[in-house]
């Protein structure tokens, strides 16, 4: 046959029943007494009792294989019987193997119908001048298909009858095309590994599609003796083997003797090599849902997949054994998962990589934060240069704090949102309402979790809430599209049909405003300016470092952390997760995209550009922010003894912090000022020797406060 020839595709001519008489010959060659018609009619009917049925190579029981958006393979799972069985067609089979099995083991493929006489007579005569030993099979490929249905051994004369008769049956139902397919799906490759799919990646690492001389031949050769021939345990006899097959196909002129010399240079696998597990929380979740089905596609592209798993891999491990990081990347336009990686490693121990970080709830941190500005700008309180009090508030018996524990003072909104201040994002969240806030994540189809019998609080705001990676993914994503939520999907779960516009997470305007200012945010070391808009996140306790980031294509989300909880001593979300993220980014095969277009609405400018209204942030209830606005001395404590150094010699300043009050502030040691500021609540004041001070401050309105203090 021809390389690249089709075979004959309609269905075989049954065998003539004087097939049945060629039997005659058989049997009395192999020592058979009395043959008669009637003696072949009933050894051909009995061999013709408890055949099993003929497969169909398209329904067959093969392993499931999970395949990526163009059909890629990303995971494979054993059969219910531990098989490594892939489906495969003759399409996906180098044709070069075809040529060399079929002039290896059937020469008469497609001439014969099913059984080739004449090599059958050769082994029958050779078995009666062997003394009743079988010398050479004489069989068909059909024959062996016969054989690894019936999963009888050819070492005795009645399965040897059984699968001529067998054989004549399967060409009879069968083309060509389909017996030689059935043949590359069951043969069997030594171990648990069935057909020359699961062969050749086992052994090659590699596709049947595209195969080498000497691995066509070894692939040849295994099937004929696959437990004497596996490479994995005895390479030596392996490689003599495939040499045997590339003799014979010089001597059928396949090859030239040049061609054949060079192959058996090429060194046969001395192992097997791992199966693919890409995506392989994901492909769990696949199989989970349709554990019946032979093959299931996802979104995630396998190229990006690959090397964003190894890039968390290798991340994971500059930081600890125990840490695991998790990436979701999804289309913005059409919600597709690109890439899902639920671990630093599915197999490692230390770290649980069985456990799948992209869908694990966690505390998010600050990454709620541009929600939570977006509303105030949506609901027309602020504008990004609005000003706003970065000072020490208390709200009832809750007092945040910023995450290194300064106050800034008067800041713009962006800045507030650039630099994660904790301070003003609570002030908002307060003016917003923690119920609308919560609302708008649910638009997103993110399912935030509070604890139970717990109602939402202010807290809310800077991680106290239960929320998941793919939540995250989900909420940026809709920010990225200007306002407007997508589901996300990967291709295992079928979201819900909307049956109506979905209803935005914020407007454009606010929309586009958020997306502004997080263009602003530092990158880290790694990163450039303005490629991405951006936030970063550290959970209470270093538990979780997030950074999700997305431009005007695609979202990616970043989540750094243990899977058990624990604390990571010295993770953050722009130290630790923001790396990631830039080079995430840089792992994809398009450009960055353009960010969208400013829509109608938007108010370019400085603060002295703004509208009176929203040059500085007001909350809806003043008369709430006003109740107890006397100032406050909240660092240091009265009566606590503050140590300074002063004793040692090597003294350091003392640092005043106010909370509430009206600026500018006028701050006093022992009665004498030592500083006066503007907006800023804090000062600094280096104190002569150690003992007992009052410290004091005075507001815009003369209110005050004063503590007393030892000084060592």
Partial sequence: MATGEPLDTGPARRQPRWAAVALVSVLTLCGVGLVGAGFVRGVWAEASV?????????TMPVSTVVVDRNGQMLRPYTTNDGLWRLPVTLKDVDRRFITMLLAYEDRHFESHHGVDWSGILRAAGQFVLAGGHIVSGGSTLTMQLARLIEGNSTHDLDAKVKQIVHAEQLEGALSKDQIL????????????????????????????????????????????????????????????????????????????AEEATAARREPVPTGRRDFPMLAAHLADEAIAAKPNAREIRVTVDKGLQDKLERLASARAGLIGPKVSVAILVADQATGDILASVGSAGYLGTENSGFVDMTE??????????????????????????????DRPTAFGGYVPINFDGLNRGTVTMHDALTQSLNVPAVITLDAVGVARLVSRLKRAYANPLLPDETAASLAVGLGGVGVTLRDLVSIYAAIGRG????????????????????????DPVAAWYVTDVLRDVPPPINGTPGRIAYKTGTSYGYRDAWSIGYDGRTVIGVWVGRPDGAPVPGIAGITTAAPILFEAFDRMATPVAPFRPAPPGVIFGTNADLPAPLKRFRHPDEDMMAKDSAPQIAYPADGVAVDL???????????????????????FANGAPIGQSAFARQESWMPDGPGFVTLSVVDAKGRSDKVKVSID
Avoid at 360 to 388: C, D, M, N
Avoid at 490 to 498: E, H, L, N, Q, S
């Fill in 645 to 667: 150094g002063v004793a040692s010699g090597d003294k350091a300043p003392l640092i005043l912090k106010i909370r509430n009050g009206a600026p500018p502030f006028t701050f």
């Fill in 483 to 506: 306002g407007t939520p997508v589901h996300l999907k990967d291709g295992v779960m079928t979201p819900p049909a909307d049956d109506a516009v979905p209803a935005p997470v914020l």
């Fill in 50 to 58: 408890g055949l099993p049925p003929t497969p169909d190579a398209a």
């Fill in 360 to 389: 694990a709830v966690r505390s998010p941190g600050s990454t709620l934060k541009p929600v939570i500005y977006g509303l105030a700008f949506e609901l027309g309180l602020a504008h990004p240069q609005s000003l706003i009090e």
């Fill in 181 to 256: 397919t059935l043949y590359l799906n069951l043969a069997p490759y030594g171990g648990n590994i069935e057909g020359i799919r699961a062969a050749s990646l086992a052994y090659f690492g590699k596709e049947p599609s595209r195969l080498t001389t000497a691995e066509a031949a070894l692939l040849v050769a295994l099937p004929q003796s696959p437990e004497a021939r596996r490479p994995d345990r005895d390479p030596k006899t392996a490689e003599a083997g495939r040499d045997l097959v590339l003799d014979r196909m010089v001597d059928e002129g396949v090859l030239t």
